[in-house]
């Protein structure tokens, strides 16, 4: 295994830390999730030009099609609570009080 295999998994490792870890803010929560997505394309993309393999180069870029897609979403979701519910706190959020 050379030394960029390592740092996309450690990268892909340090996400899920930061996902479990870090669950005080809306906000930090979200960049943990896409640094899962980024990792997971950069170790997509290096495997398929290792191997050669046309498909998974096809794989990754939907891959970062719906990273992107995730990471607007989850931007307006934020905003979207933190206007209704004045902070960012995810304690403080109760979706199933009406």
Do not use: P, Y
Request: hydrophobic share 55%; proline share 0%; net charge negative.
């Amino acid at each position: 295994m050379n030394i960029l295999t390592t740092v996309l998994f450690s990268l892909f490792f340090l996400g899920i830390i930061g996902v479990i870890i870090n669950r005080l803010h809306l906000l930090s929560l979200l960049l943990c999730l896409e640094l899962l997505l980024v990792s997971l394309f950069l170790n997509i993309s290096t495997w398929s030009h290792l191997h050669e393999s046309l498909t998974s180069l096809n794989f990754s870029i939907l891959l970062l099609t719906l990273s992107a897609c995730e990471a607007s979403a989850g931007l307006a979701l934020m905003v979207s609570m933190s206007r209704s519910h004045n902070t960012d706190l995810l304690v403080n959020f109760n979706l199933l009080q009406t």
